[in-house]
């Protein structure tokens, strides 16, 4: 039994060199794209599953193929299998820091080709070759494989090391039973448009004429967010707090606080306060609360999955393809595994997001027909009229026909989908009104920055037992982070958000200074200043993450 294990082993370890290309496109560079990308993927690794599986029968191949074949032939062979492996590992360590991180892959409309690296590719093409030809390969055969195996082991072990604690194979979305007896509370709706700049509203409303609908809402015109990405702001306004060096925490670690177990959240006060958390979300945000949770991954499962792994091949291929061949592959930003996605599932995987976005809030709003009018907290978070701008005024599919659009096609655009949230902000008020809830019902509508990431957030908020009354235009200065002190205010639960104040309430400051992030302009820090009620910047000591 040892002598056969042993045996085994060598004969693996012998043939190690003839898996080396395998190892470093199917193993390694993948496991590099996702460890830099976790929060992207959502902790979730099954998007390496079938890269490994692939390997294993690339394994199985290449070592029926070693066993098969002579010495003779295995000679020739072992040097070409081994140097093109080393050239896709130089190539991984050359890879620009650019393609290294997946924050918007429609941001690769133009690969870059520099000259310098398309001289180190001839220059580790021709070293392969001579290697190949003059070095004493028999000699060095045991060499190479364990250079193969340190590599490996390497690998191993930081991936493991780098894993985040919340890694699952499998995600499994565990609800929550509803309340048995829930309370006797007018229903919440909080509903985010993602990169709704305020300035839009008022005009698309009267161009419409659909600004009566909105009868006792309160429009803030002057509303900011506090952070210009979503990452940041998102988590600052549902869990009432600011990312600070007292946490003693990592800056994707307080992110994701506000829907993981026990941290202390809106949805979660919101929760043991007796209301059912139901969630409509673009990303995989799951708040471990929720007794109903509709996102991408249900509204369309397979094609999620099928464009991350589109989307992965395309990032291998880009960190280890010749320079000279990665605008060719990368054809007007989309690369060509995505592309073949493309003309098969009719929609673009880098603009799934704003195309499922509009079924998952048509999915919300076919739903009130059969909500209870009265302990449901509804939580939804739609990825329009972020970029890429892909729906038309009517929501749509109607994506630009050309990658090189001017400023004004992309003004256009932008207008285009935030009519298109505005119309799906009406249609959900409609149907609300349909059912006879919408007077008693408390309802939140605003975005998690502008347009560009500017600070010029949406938020609207009508009081519960309020219509009838004309749409109010607010001049006070808001910000997101009024939002949860405002739903604490209105179900009368006594908790304090540090620098934030009810909108609703009598009391509120005429002038006030406002806290301002930025998480991602720094990947080590975040930037933090204060703009003062006079509207002046004051820089403050940056955070590190």
Request: hydrophobic share 40%; aromatic share 16%; charged share 20%.
């Amino acid at each position: 039994m040892i002598r056969r294990f042993v045996n085994t082993f060598k004969f693996i370890f012998k043939s190690l060199p003839f898996l080396f290309p395998f190892i470093i496109a199917l193993l390694i560079t993948p496991s590099l794209i996702y460890l830099s990308n976790q929060t992207y993927y959502h902790f979730n690794i099954n998007v390496l599953v079938p890269f490994w599986g692939i390997f294993c029968l690339a394994s199985i191949i290449m070592l029926w193929f070693y066993y098969k074949v002579s010495f003779k032939i295995r000679k020739i062979v072992l040097p070409l299998f081994f140097f093109s492996g080393l050239y896709l590992l130089i190539s991984e360590a050359f890879t620009p820091i650019s393609v290294g991180k997946i924050v918007d892959m429609t941001e690769l409309t133009d690969i870059k080709e520099p000259v310098l690296y398309t001289c180190i590719d001839i220059v580790l093409l021709i070293t392969a070759i001579i290697a190949g030809i003059k070095l004493p390969h028999k000699k060095l055969r045991n060499v190479y494989s364990l250079f193969i195996l340190i590599i490996l082991l390497l690998n191993t072990y930081s991936f493991i090391k780098s894993l985040h604690p919340n890694t699952h194979i499998v995600r499994t979305v565990k609800l929550q039973p509803r309340h048995k007896s829930p309370i006797k509370k007018h229903n919440i709706y909080q509903i985010a448009f993602d990169g709704y700049s305020q300035d839009y509203f008022l005009e698309i409303a009267k161009r419409n004429k659909i600004e009566n609908e909105f009868d006792g809402f309160i429009f803030y015109e002057k509303n900011l967010s506090n952070d210009r990405w979503t990452g940041g702001s998102l988590a600052s306004y549902m869990s009432g707090t600011f990312y600070s060096a007292d946490m003693r925490r990592k800056f994707d670690e307080w992110r994701f606080d506000w829907c993981e177990k026990e941290k202390p959240s809106l949805l979660t006060d919101a929760y043991n306060f007796g209301y059912n958390i139901n969630q409509y979300v673009s990303q995989l945000w799951h708040h471990f609360r929720a007794s109903s949770y509709i996102t991408i991954e249900t509204i369309a499962k397979k094609y999620y999955y099928g464009k991350l792994v589109a989307e992965m091949i395309d990032y291998i291929f880009l960190r280890l393809a010749p320079n000279f061949f990665q605008q060719e592959f990368f054809y007007k930003g989309i690369g060509l595994t995505s592309r073949i996605y493309f003309s098969v599932t009719n929609v673009n995987p880098y603009q799934a997001e704003s195309y499922y976005s509009v079924k998952i809030m048509e999915k919300l709003i076919s739903d009130e027909a059969k909500r209870a009018n009265q302990g449901e907290y509804v939580y939804a978070h739609i990825w329009i009229p972020h970029g890429p701008n892909v729906m038309d005024c009517n929501c749509q599919y109607n994506p630009p026909q050309s990658k090189a659009v001017d400023l004004r096609t992309l003004d256009r655009y932008y207008a285009s989908e935030t009519e298109c949230a505005t119309k799906l902000i009406h249609k959900f008020i409609s149907q609300l009104k349909q059912t006879g809830n919408y007077h008693d019902s408390f309802i939140i509508i605003h975005s998690d920055h502008g347009r560009n990431h500017k600070n010029d957030a949406l938020l609207m908020i009508k009081p519960p037992d309020k219509s009838g009354n004309p749409m109010v235009i607010s001049d006070l200065q808001t910000q997101l982070l009024d939002i949860p002190a405002t739903i604490y205010s209105i179900l009368d639960i006594d908790k304090t958000i540090e620098n934030a104040h009810s909108v609703l309430s009598k009391d509120f400051p005429q002038k006030r200074d406002i806290h301002m992030f930025d998480c991602y302009a720094n990947e080590l820090e975040v930037v933090h200043y204060l703009r003062t009620w006079d509207g002046k910047k004051k820089s403050l000591p940056p955070i590190k993450k």
